[in-house]
């Protein structure tokens, strides 16, 4: 299949390469089917690009990345939504916000990661109710001996 996408141009895909989220993603319910695409140059972060709006994809990183201690217990209704049995099935991204052209004040949202099954391409945006997480954590934090992110 082929896609006309405003970022990547024209992409050919098969459907066995789409990841599907049955409720879509806040904000986004009626986007349903989705390409990963990496970012090239830099492996922690990728594209999630909407397969039904080519002019909508989303900057996605893995959290654990840059956020090691962060906690996600995963419900058991999600995990039979996904048909998840076992923990190596389960990637979770954050979709991340650059303001402007700022990338080093760009930030993540640890409320609502997305989790996928990357057996059956079927994922899932998991609204957190930790309230120690919220929607725009800083991914690069100034440190007092450069004052560049780190």
Known sequence: ????????????YG??????????????EHLKNFLLIPFEGNPAFFWLQSVEDGRIAFLI?????FFPDYGLEIDEELKGNLQITERK???VYTICTVPGTNIKAMTANLVGPL????????GAQYIL??????????????????????
């Open 1 to 12: 299949m082929q896609l006309d996408t405003s970022r990547f141009g024209q992409i050919q």
């Open 15 to 28: 459907v066995e390469e789409l990841t599907v989220f049955r409720e879509g993603l806040l904000g986004f």
């Open 129 to 150: 109710n930790d309230y120690k997480y919220h929607t725009k954590h800083n991914l690069f934090q100034e440190t007092p001996e450069t004052g560049v992110g780190s």
């Open 115 to 122: 989790v996928i099954n990357v057996d059956n391409r079927q």
């Open 61 to 65: 990183t893995d959290p654990f990345w």
């Open 89 to 91: 099935q389960v990637v």
